[in-house]
Each structure stands twice: as structure tokens, then as C-alpha cells.
């Protein structure tokens, strides 16, 4: 029988929305409450993630089955996750900062030729950057009055970008060492995986099929819904607002293999069957053979073109409205928020149609910022505008599934941002 992999404690450094991706990776890996949760780091104990022991080609998809992932190496785990910059295994918890200096000595001697480093340090409490240099420059000495050859990759911030760590190999033949400070004791990491940022950059803003006046979701935030809506890998996936189809080659990209995506656009259809094409290309998926089934549609005759009860699940950003200028007021974005709650309400409609018993939906219910707006010639405080149609969805055979404790849905906004995004899941009862 093959040897047991080892279970250990991971790290994964979250990126700009940490909830949303600390949701992402319970989904993903179903950790139940064997975590700690500090953002920006979230730590997982007890999972076996092998050692890296395969040399992937370049921008190449491995697939991997949604149960596997948590016994996977953290290189293909992290292409699999929209929400973690950083995946790392601890080495030390709770340590003085002499002890901290030697595991991280010794860790830097088993590297062969030059020695290539980096330092990262994530504190409750503030600290400068000049206590991380002479952390780093302390190491160096120690190592060069051994005789070794070594570079420090000097911090500009007192955390490493992944841009960093990947340009200079740090996960390769190089090591970044993650620091978590707590008063005076230190936990340890070291950085296996860092996010494929250029991977994620070339499919937002390298896509053949684009369309900014519709607006366009970003490649991270759709493979995160799709993760969270945790859809069985052969079953049936819907986009019924496909747009130019980022949520259909995100979900290819993550291994599904039965894609319907159907938009009222004929030339959103056309970009997203471009766009699929551009993915096939640049991102070979293994073993991808499958054909994806696109239908110019309006969401409403949804139950007259896919049978009764076909589809697991729907995954979908819909409509959001109009694009705003910021001198809406507060009477425009009401009227609007009405128009869309009515097409909302109608989809969902549809939804209870189409979709198998226990079928999911991961819907995005935008909320619209009024800052700065008047209404009836005065000035009104900041506020979110939001669609309220929960109940009306619930009457319409569906259940709402917070996606964690006391999160019945979960925002991805930015503080200067007029729409925001609410990311809810409904279950049909």
C-alpha cells in the first residue's frame, strides 16, 4: 500500500475580498470548522497536499475532481481557486524570534547553489519595514559567515507581492517565508504556491470577445461562484446571462464538462463562442472534447428551449442595469432596482422549471451606491440602494443558503465602486 501522505496545517493568504474567498476555499475543500480565520490569512489544519512532483506545461489545466482537490499539490490548487494569492505550509507555531531565525536557517541550508530568500510578515500589531529588513539582512549573515552564497529580495512593503515571489523564483529553487507576529511570539510558513496572476490578467483583459459597455465580470470573481455553488463536476451548469461567456470558460477551465449558456445578445453569443475557442488555446484543458451548448434566448423562455428539470445548476451574473454615472437620483436608481427585481423574480421563475430537485443557483443581486445624488433638489446621506426580493424567490420553491454563520450572502465591492455585488445561493426545495 503507498505511504500515507502527511497531514499538516496550511496557510492561505486571501486576497481583496477575504470572506468571499475564505467561502470559496470551505466549498472547495469542505473544511468544516478544522480552521482559523484571521484575514488575510485563513488556516486549514489537517490536509495533504503532496509535495510537488510534476512539471505541468505552461498555462496547461489539469483537471482535477472536486473531492480530490484537498489531496492535490498546492500549485494545481491554487489555479483552481479565485480568492487565495498565497498557499503555504506552516513550519512553526508560536515560536521566540531566536528560534524563528534558526528554523528558517536551517530550512535555507538544504537549498543547492545560491541561495535566493524573501520575507513576508502579517502582524496585528504595526511593524515597520525596517524591522523586516533587518530580519532578512540578520539571516543573510548568518548564512554567508557559513561560507554560502546568498540574496536577500528586499522588501518594498512588508508583505511580498506574488508578482515578487514568482520573478524571483521563491517558490522554486528560492523560499519566501511567511511571519505571523502576535506580541512577542511568531508563527512560521513557507510559500509552495502563489496565484497565476498572469494567467488571470490575460483572461480579464486578453479575451478576443469584450464588451465594456455591458460590463464584464472578472475571471476571479465568476470561478469563485462557481465554486461556491459546489455543482457535481458531471452535471448540467447554466449561464442564462452568459454575456461573453466568462463564467462558461471559467467552468470549463475548473473541469465541467456539460455547459448551456444562453444570453437575448446575438453578439454576446458570438464573443462567447470566440472567447471559448481563445480559451481552448491558450489554456489547453485536459481531454477537452466536449461541445458547449450556446442559445440566443431571453431569460423568460428558459422552460420553452431546456427540458423539465435538466440542470443542476445555475451560475449566472444577470443584468445590472444601466451603467451609472454617479448624478443618478435617489428616484432613477429606485425605479431601476423595481425593473430589475420584476426580471429577478421571473428568472427565479424559470429556474424552479428547469432545474433538477436540490439544484442550486448562485445569483448576483447588485445594490446601487446613492453617494452624492440628490433627490427632490436636496442632498440625501451615503447609502446602498439594494433589491430586495428574497422572499419573493423563496414563495417560488427555493431556500436561501448562507455560504457561512451569519452571511446569508456575501458583497464584492470596492469602497469607490457605485454598484455593488451581492452574491447569494438559493437551493430548490
Avoid at 483552481?80 to 508560536?94: F, N, V
Avoid at 428539470?309 to 445590472?320: C, F, H, K, Q, R
Wanted: aromatic share 8%; charged share 25%; glycine share 8%.
Amino acid at each position: 500500500m503507498p505511504t500515507p501522505t502527511p497531514r499538516d496545517k496550511f496557510w492561505f493568504i486571501l486576497g481583496r475580498e477575504p470572506l468571499i474567498a475564505a467561502a470559496e476555499i470551505g466549498a472547495v475543500l469542505g473544511f468544516g470548522k478544522n480552521y482559523e480565520y484571521a484575514p488575510p490569512i485563513l488556516k486549514v489544519d489537517g490536509l495533504s497536499l503532496r509535495e510537488k512532483r510534476s512539471n505541468p506545461k505552461d498555462n496547461e489545466i489539469t483537471t482535477v475532481a472536486q473531492g480530490d482537490l484537498a489531496m492535490t499539490e498546492p500549485a494545481i490548487l491554487i489555479k483552481r481557486l479565485g480568492g487565495t494569492i498565497k498557499i503555504a505550509k506552516e513550519m512553526a507555531d508560536s515560536v521566540t524570534e531566536e528560534k524563528l531565525k534558526n528554523i528558517i536557517i536551517e530550512e535555507l541550508k538544504t537549498v543547492e547553489g545560491k541561495i535566493n530568500f524573501g520575507l513576508s510578515i502579517y502582524s496585528q500589531t504595526n511593524i515597520n519595514l525596517k524591522e523586516v529588513k533587518n530580519l532578512g539582512l540578520q539571516i543573510k549573515k548568518a548564512l554567508k559567515e557559513e561560507g554560502l552564497s546568498v540574496r536577500y529580495v528586499e522588501n518594498r512593503e512588508t508583505i511580498l507581492s506574488s508578482v515578487t515571489v514568482e520573478k524571483n523564483g521563491l517558490t522554486g529553487r528560492g523560499r519566501e517565508f511567511l511571519i505571523e507576529k502576535s506580541g512577542d511570539a511568531f508563527s512560521l510558513a513557507k510559500t509552495e504556491a502563489v496565484q497565476p496572476f498572469e494567467e488571470f490578467s490575460a483572461r480579464d483583459f486578453g479575451r478576443p470577445g469584450r464588451d465594456s459597455a455591458s460590463g464584464m465580470l472578472p475571471p476571479k470573481l465568476a470561478m469563485m461562484m462557481i465554486n461556491l455553488a459546489q455543482a457535481p463536476k458531471n452535471g448540467v451548469l447554466l449561464d442564462p446571462f452568459c454575456g461573453s461567456g466568462t463564467i462558461i470558460s471559467e467552468a470549463a477551465l475548473l473541469g465541467y464538462k456539460i455547459l448551456i449558456g444562453s444570453d437575448n445578445s446575438e453578439k454576446a453569443i458570438a464573443d462567447s463562442k470566440k472567447n471559448i475557442e481563445w480559451i481552448k488555446q491558450k489554456f489547453p484543458i485536459s481531454n477537452f472534447q466536449f461541445p458547449i451548448n450556446f442559445q440566443v434566448s431571453n431569460v423568460q423562455n428558459l422552460s420553452r428551449i431546456l427540458k423539465h428539470e435538466s440542470i443542476d445548476a445555475v451560475v449566472t451574473e444577470p443584468y445590472l442595469g444601466k451603467p451609472l454615472r454617479g448624478q443618478e437620483t435617489r428616484e432613477e436608481l429606485l425605479k431601476q432596482t423595481n425593473e430589475l427585481k420584476t426580471l429577478y423574480i421571473e428568472a427565479f421563475r424559470q429556474f424552479s422549471s428547469i432545474l433538477k430537485p436540490n439544484g442550486v443557483v448562485v445569483f448576483i443581486i447588485p445594490r446601487f451606491s446613492a453617494k452624492g445624488g440628490s433627490a427632490s433638489g436636496g442632498k440625501f446621506s451615503n447609502e446602498w440602494i439594494t433589491i430586495d426580493c428574497k422572499n419573493n424567490i423563496e414563495t417560488l420553491g427555493f431556500k436561501s443558503v448562507p455560504f457561512l454563520e451569519q452571511h446569508p450572502y456575501l458583497l464584492y465591492a470596492r469602497p469607490d465602486q457605485r454598484v455593488g455585488r451581492e452574491i447569494w445561493k438559493f437551493e430548490k426545495i
